[in-house]
T-cell receptor, first 112, second 115 residues
Framework: GENVEQHPSTLSVQEGDSAVIKCTYSDSASNYFPWYKQELGKGPQLIIDIRSNVGEKKDQRIAVTLNKTAKHFSLHITETQPEDSAVYFCASLMDSNYQLIWGAGTKLIIKP | ETGVTQTPRHLVMGMTNKKSLKCEQHLGHNAMYWYKQSAKKPLELMFVYNFKEQTENNSVPSRFSPECPNSSHLFLHLHTLQPEDSALYLC??????????????FGEGSRLTVL
C-alpha cells in the first residue's frame, strides 16, 4: 500500500542550530503535504503545509521544500528554540480517497 | 485550545468491560475522525464521518464501534478489547474531508490501557 517514510526517528540539536526532517512518499498522485507538531500531552497541530504546485514555502523560522520528481519533502527549522522540542509528523494526501498517509514521527530534542 | 474536546483523558479497562470515548468539536466542522496513535508508528485512521455519514472504516475490528449522532459529536464504543488495543485515541475534525482545506484539528486524546 501507499506509505510515507520519515527520517530520522530522533533528532537532537543544539539550541540555535538548524533541524531538518525528511520524508519520502510513494503515491505519485499525492498533491498536499502537511507537517504537524505534537507537544507532550497534546494532539498534533498543523504548523505548515505545501501543495504540489510550489517547491518551497516559508513561515518565519519554518520552511518546507518539495521535490516531486524524487517524491521527497522536508521540514527545515532554523534558530531552534526550547519550545521547538516535540514530535513532528509529515503526511501526504492520497488524491484517490482524500486520506492522509502519515510518517512515523520524529522526536526533536533541543539541547540548551 | 483547538476546539476539539475529548473525554475521558485516561481510561483503564479490563478485556470484558464496555466503555465509550467521547469527542466534541466547537468549530462548526462537517467531518470528524478517529485515529489510533501507538508509539513510534504512523497515525492509523480508524473511522471517518462526513456530515454524520460514515465514509471510511479502515478494516477496524468490530470491538470498536463508532457513533456520530450529529456533526459536533463523535463516540467510540469499546467492548471486549485486547491488550494490544492500548494506545492514544485521537479525535479530529475538519471543515470537510481532508484535502479540500487540508487542516485537521485534533483533540488531546484519550489514553486507553487494556488490562
Amino acid at each position: 500500500g501507499e506509505n510515507v517514510e520519515q527520517h530520522p526517528s530522533t533528532l537532537s540539536v543544539q539550541e540555535g542550530d538548524s533541524a531538518v526532517i525528511k520524508c519520502t512518499y510513494s503515491d505519485s498522485a499525492s498533491n498536499y503535504f502537511p507537517w504537524y507538531k505534537q507537544e507532550l500531552g497534546k494532539g498534533p497541530q498543523l504548523i505548515i503545509d505545501i501543495r504540489s504546485n510550489v517547491g518551497e514555502k516559508k513561515d518565519q523560522r519554518i520552511a518546507v521544500t518539495l521535490n516531486k520528481t524524487a517524491k521527497h519533502f522536508s521540514l527545515h527549522i532554523t534558530e531552534t528554540q526550547p519550545e521547538d522540542s516535540a514530535v513532528y509528523f509529515c503526511a501526504s494526501l492520497m488524491d484517490s480517497n482524500y486520506q492522509l498517509i502519515w510518517g512515523a514521527g520524529t522526536k526533536l530534542i533541543i539541547k540548551p | 485550545e483547538t476546539g476539539v474536546t475529548q473525554t475521558p483523558r485516561h481510561l483503564v479497562m479490563g478485556m470484558t468491560n464496555k466503555k465509550s470515548l467521547k469527542c466534541e468539536q466547537h468549530l462548526g466542522h462537517n467531518a470528524m475522525y478517529w485515529y489510533k496513535q501507538s508509539a513510534k508508528k504512523p497515525l492509523e485512521l480508524m473511522f471517518v464521518y462526513n456530515f454524520k455519514e460514515q465514509t471510511e472504516n479502515n478494516s477496524v475490528p468490530s470491538r470498536f464501534s463508532p457513533e456520530c449522532p450529529n456533526s459536533s459529536h463523535l463516540f467510540l464504543h469499546l467492548h471486549t478489547l485486547q491488550p494490544e488495543d492500548s494506545a492514544l485515541y485521537l479525535c479530529a475534525s475538519s471543515q470537510a474531508i481532508a484535502g479540500l482545506t487540508g487542516e485537521l484539528f485534533f483533540g488531546e486524546g484519550s489514553r486507553l490501557t487494556v488490562l
